[in-house]
Nanobody
Framework: VQLVESGGGSVQTGGSLRLSCAAS????????VGWFRRVGRERLALSCI???????EYLDSVKGRFTISADNQKNIVYLQMDRLKPEDTAVYYC?????????????????????WGQGTQVTVSS
């Protein structure tokens, strides 16, 4: 299982970015996939997508601005980020859920996810 993030960059406040998480070694629908961002030492859960259960949103501060979606044919999960703010600056990661969860999104715990990508930097300037 491998996940590769891309699409990060530098934008001004109010701008948009779309992050991509390309999955290999498994098929979307076998395991749910989540997006996180690192703040200090902690990776905060943003949202999760499951082919069977749909979308679970975890972080209130990004609800209504960030949208997770998936292209099952391409095996890619996206994170559309709109109305970006300086406090959104972070390294963003995608990860699959632990095999125990299968195609369901668990509680918003870093420990419930595995197979992390390398991360992509997002910088929002004021």
């Amino acid at each position: 299982v491998q996940l590769v993030e891309s699409g990060g960059g530098s934008v001004q406040t109010g701008g948009s970015l779309r992050l991509s998480c390309a999955a290999s070694g498994f098929t979307l629908g076998d395991y749910a996939v989540g997006w996180f961002r690192r703040v200090g030492r902690e990776r905060l859960a943003l949202s999760c997508i499951s082919k069977s259960d749909g979308i679970t949103e975890y972080l209130d501060s990004v609800k209504g601005r960030f949208t997770i979606s998936a292209d099952n044919q391409k095996n890619i999960v996206y994170l559309q980020m709109d109305r970006l703010k300086p406090e959104d600056t972070a390294v963003y990661y995608c990860a699959t859920v632990l095999p125990y969860y299968g195609d369901t999104c668990p509680r918003a715990m870093e420990a419930d996810f595995t197979s992390w990508g390398q991360g992509t930097q997002v910088t929002v300037s004021s």
